[in-house]
């Protein structure tokens, strides 16, 4: 059974073709700069064969025809119809307070993604657009919904709720929601394998460390914390987003630097965070080696971050009352070992040891943890395509009984 996976942004449309038994990938690709007269469209079969190709795409509906040529194309022998196609996985970044799982998409479900979308107004449109772009080509294949938030959905309310007047959250539903919960559910379950113990009785908190960033606190397979909050602006600091803040310094910048709220909101999610700090670049590998250089600046970036990750990191076990282990994901977490050994550093009071020697030469997936570690250590890669394709696939299943 195969499962078409679509990640639809305002101008962009990424998706992978999976084999549900296998969890293979059979082919992956993206379409960028929709909308203009030299649109990309970038795929790759199997693992070798790469191609990039220029056209006039105008909209999504374009978009996801010229995918569906290709995954049907004889010569790229992937699929011989759109039958193959048992059903679509959408990624949809905002499920509010409505959804707490995936679900199959019909009239209800898209009009309560269309309540979202004042939640996530850069995503949710998008998303619901690729939607309904499948419903009109591919009219007799079912689309499922899986949601950026649902997972932290079993957050409590002293985690969730600011404290702001009440009425914020219940006149415009300000609470923390958390993203990235494909990722950390993902990781949480592959590390409940690897620690041979089932997942109702794990309890780890994960690193998603990329270039956006957060961290959860899973006890007992559940999401009860995540720094990411209203929105994914909250937390860590990531590549281009300042992470948490006093939120009067948004005030005083406004008003010293006259600055409009769209000036304001680009400052902090596209020129803050490690970009900001660095003054030169957003990329973890190269502040590394600005870093090895002497570049005080990217230094400083670095060690911020790992400042921060580490309060997050102890402030969560605290709140967890312990965990099984940390794990680390996404493409800081997965190949920065600088990250990793410096954020868990001085940190055996609390039971956790990291052996640097594992941490420095792992490559893939693995404990990195002393042998005498209270708490494990793993680096896990993410996959969050294959949960979407999962849950489509699961959904699937439930709806033939
Ligand atoms: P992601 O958003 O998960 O793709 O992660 C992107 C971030 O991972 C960027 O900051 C990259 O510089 C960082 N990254 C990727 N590979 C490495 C590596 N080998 N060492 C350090 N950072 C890396």
Known sequence: MSILVLNCGSSSLKYQLINISSGMCLTKGSVEKIGGNEAIFSYEIGKNERFKEVYQIFDHTDALTYVIK?????DHNILKSIDGIAAIGHRVVHGGEKFTESV??????ISEIRECMELAPLHNPAN?????????????VP????FDTAFHQTMPDYAYIYALPYVMYTRHKIRRYGFHGTSHRFVAERAAKMLGKPLKNT???TCHLGNGSSICAIKNGKSIDTSMGFTPLEGLIMGSRSGDLDPAIILHIISKEELT???ANSMLNKHSGLLGISGNTNDMRELTESMKKGDKRAQLA??????RLKKYICGYLGAM??????IFTAGIGENSAYVRENSLSNLEFMGIKIDKRKNKSITGEGFISGNDSKIKILVISTNEELVIARDTANMLKKRKK
Do not use: F, R
Request: hydrophobic content about 50%.
């Open 70 to 74: 290709s995954i049907t194309n004889p």
């Open 104 to 109: 199959l998409i019909d009239d209800g479900v």
């Open 128 to 140: 619901l657009q690729g939607i309904l772009v499948c419903m009109k080509l591919l009219p007799d």
């Open 143 to 146: 689309n499922i919904a899986v």
């Open 203 to 205: 309890s780890v908190i």
């Open 261 to 263: 709220v769209h000036e």
């Open 302 to 307: 670095i060690s911020i971050l790992v400042y």
């Open 321 to 326: 009352g312990g965990a099984d282990a940390i």
